[in-house]
């Protein structure tokens, strides 16, 4: 089996792709994905097409696609996927979605109030809350949780 060769039409290709995949998933047609960028609808169709625009192109598609600024750069520079700016990640044909901070927070206060009520049979409510307050502090310290911004 022959190696595939990476080229920056190859990045281009997969850039349009990640494009395209987004404004489906926004529900949106070519021409409304091309408003929606304040783009024409040429230059549009280009991004989509894997043509080479210039890096303000690429900056109205991040902003009007909520995509990081330089997602697109990056793609064509190596990267696999788009990061949109709710953390999600959008690669060819599918997306991995990243719990919300709060949702994480959700998440351990519910296990260490669990935890404690087996381990600490007598803890109260209160002394529950503290402790679990103190796992998501040290959580965000040590860079395991994200910090609330």
């Known amino acids: 089996m022959a190696a595939t060769t990476e080229t920056p039409a190859n990045r281009l290709t997969l850039l349009g792709a990640l494009v395209r ?3 489906v998933e926004l529900g949106l047609t070519q021409q409304q994905g091309a408003k929606t960028c304040g783009l024409s609808n040429q230059t549009y169709w280009n991004v989509e097409s894997g043509v ?8 109205k598609v991040e902003r009007g696609f909520t995509m990081r ?16 700016t ?9 997306q991995i979605q990243r719990p919300s901070l709060e ?17 600490v ?7 529950a809350d503290a402790m679990t307050e ?3 502090e040290e959580l965000q310290k040590r860079g395991i949780l994200p910090t609330a911004s």
């Open 103 to 119: 949702r994480q927070a959700e998440d351990v206060r519910a296990a260490v109030n669990t935890a404690a009520r087996l381990v």
């Open 21 to 23: 995949q987004r404004r």
């Open 69 to 84: 600024a330089g997602s697109c750069r990056a793609v064509i520079q190596g990267a696999d996927f788009i990061t949109l």
């Open 134 to 136: 103190k796992v998501l």
């Open 121 to 127: 049979p007598g803890i109260t409510l209160g002394q």
């Open 86 to 94: 709710d953390g999600t990640e959008l690669i060819a044909g599918a």
């Open 52 to 59: 080479q625009v210039r890096d303000t192109t690429y900056a």
